[in-house]
């Protein structure tokens, strides 16, 4: 039974890959994590990935665009993305994985005027809740 318990655990363990980033993700964001959530569609579209990293693009569905980097660190999955605003990468966000689609972090952007603005956002994948696809209903 141990054996049988232990060869499960390095299934689960070992199973920890790097989440395919591409396609459309919803991001609610809310600066000063005061409850005042807005959201944003983000479309990821991967330039190269490896065993322990996945980098690319993204664009959002106000026009916006940016960089991200998905970085495997021990069993946990960090996803760092930059938000790029006048031909400047004002806004840095940096989440870690909290189920298969879903990641959770903070952001903060510094191409404000008034100083730097922090807050705290959540990323899954579009169609998906708590790391399940959703099937689209039939009409």
């Excluded at 069993?75 to 990641?103: C, E, M, P, R, W």
């Excluded at 807050?119 to 708590?130: A, D, E, P, T, W």
Aim: with cysteine; aromatic share 10%; glycine share 10%.
């Amino acid at each position: 039974m141990k054996k049988l318990f232990a060869m499960i655990a390095m299934t689960f363990l070992s199973s920890s890959a790097m989440a395919d980033m591409s396609g459309k993700w919803t991001l609610a964001y809310d600066y000063g994590c005061d409850g005042t959530n807005k959201a944003s569609v983000l479309t990821f579209t991967e330039e190269s990935s490896d065993a322990s990293e996945s980098k690319g693009v993204f664009t959002t569905s106000g026009g916006g665009s940016g960089r991200y980097l998905e970085k495997k660190v021990k069993l946990d999955h960090v996803l760092i993305f930059q938000y790029k605003s006048n031909n400047t990468y004002n806004t840095v966000y940096a989440a870690k994985n909290t189920g298969v689609n879903n990641f959770t972090g903070v952001m903060q952007n510094t191409g404000n005027d008034a100083g730097s603005i922090t807050g705290c956002f959540y990323i899954s994948r579009l169609g998906s809740v708590n790391g399940m696809e959703l099937e689209p209903e039939s009409e």
